[in-house]
């Protein structure tokens, strides 16, 4: 045996995942405060010619002379999303997942996710991990960083849209960042996925003690401090996606949108303050796809991207949620003010979370230790 060449890493299956502490969610919210420092700072690289692209897509036509070829059908993709991020964790990876909304007919989740992380020096491979929680949890806790800095102190009432797993994560994170909410309004459109959520609301929050399903939109909206939009839905046309409308919304609410999402004309106007993950995210996104752009990615910050394009607002509008974090940016600046907030979603923070629950992983002796080889055959 070559001590110098052998490469083992370290295999997480999803039980190894949760032994491992993915789902501590306000842990993720720290770690996600931490990596948006450190996405301000500069100190980390995505794909793309500007360092910010959310990742490559196989895309599948509508119509192909090959029988076996996928259809381009709701959520139908591969998509692989590299990252390094420096500061204490100098690490790079990897995740790659297919999606399709078929999936949940066979019992599946809509996405089934892995994760590798890699030594940033010689580019071994420390670990390949389960990531639907990673994930999951990664993009629930960005809604909570925002609150932190963002939503009011004295924030009791929480609007969701969407009882699925984005909800339950993006709730945990505000839980973990407005501990005094109390009440809670939903709205879902299947039996089964509301009935899961109380559930789980339930056992996980006891603490709230007012949970209502709502039928319309405009009532998870209204009178709500924090609101998420977490539904799925089609693309194509945003004229049907779901909408915020000024009069709905609370003075001094914080909406965290990392799902599909449109606003009305009021919600447009300079006073109510727009602030994005990464700006350069929605930038990369925007040279990527045909225009309007909102049109195909169906977050709020694309819409803001097609603002600027078209003279609704200036590019000086925009606010970057790293340079709050960093304390060159105000947080909340007075009680009644608005804010909407469009969450992405970055391999970055697949790297800053994977690395963390990878670290406890070692620490904790969890996972099954796997050999890549002991001595190359090429070299």
């Not at 999303?81 to 989740?109: D, I």
């Not at 949620?321 to 608005?338: F, K, N, Q, S």
């Not at 992405?344 to 890549?372: F, K």
Request: charge should be negative; charged fraction near 20%; proline fraction near 6%.
């Amino acid at each position: 045996m070559n001590a110098a060449t052998r490469i083992d890493f370290l295999y997480l299956s999803e039980p190894d995942m949760i032994k491992a502490g993915v789902t501590d969610m306000a842990a993720c919210v720290d770690c996600m405060e931490e990596m948006f420092g450190l996405l301000h700072a500069g100190d980390y690289r995505m794909a793309g010619a500007n360092n910010d692209s959310h990742g490559a897509m196989v895309m599948f036509p509508a119509e192909s002379p090959f029988p076996t070829m996928p259809k381009p059908t709701a959520d139908r993709r591969f998509m692989a999303m590299p990252a390094y991020l420096g500061g204490r964790f100098c690490t790079t990876g990897v995740k790659w997942y297919g999606s399709n909304v078929a999936n949940r007919e066979k019992g599946l989740p809509r996405s089934i996710l892995m994760f590798t992380l890699n030594d940033t020096e010689t580019g071994a491979p420390l670990a390949h991990m389960s990531a639907n929680l990673l994930s999951a949890y990664r993009t629930g806790a960005v809604p909570g960083v925002g609150a932190r800095h963002l939503a009011r102190n004295d924030a009791k009432i929480a609007g969701i849209l969407g009882p699925g797993v984005m909800a339950k994560t993006t709730l945990s994170a505000f839980m973990a960042a407005c501990p005094g909410i109390d009440t809670l309004k939903v709205k879902g459109r299947g039996e089964k996925s509301l009935n899961d959520f109380l559930a789980w609301v339930a056992g996980a929050f006891p603490q709230i003690t007012s949970v209502t399903v709502v039928e319309s939109i405009e009532e998870v909206v209204r009178g709500s401090d924090l609101v998420s939009y977490c539904n799925s839905g089609e693309t194509g046309d945003p004229s049907t996606y779901p909408i915020v409308r000024r009069d709905w919304v609370k003075p001094g609410a914080f909406l965290a949108m990392p799902a599909v999402c449109n606003i009305d004309e009021g919600m447009q106007a300079p006073d109510i303050r727009k602030v994005l993950d990464n700006t350069g995210l929605y930038e990369a996104w925007y040279e990527e796809v045909p225009k309007p752009a909102h049109a195909t990615i169906p977050v709020i910050g694309v819409k803001f991207m097609d603002m600027i394009a078209e003279g609704k607002m200036a590019r000086s509008d925009l606010e970057d949620l790293g340079a709050i974090v960093a304390g060159d940016a105000p947080g909340r600046r007075t009680d009644d003010e608005i804010v909407i907030m469009s969450v992405g979603g970055m391999p970055v923070e697949d790297v800053a979370w994977g690395t963390v629950v990878y670290r406890n992983a070692v620490e904790r002796g969890i996972g099954t230790t796997l050999n890549l080889w002991e001595e190359p055959v090429l070299r």
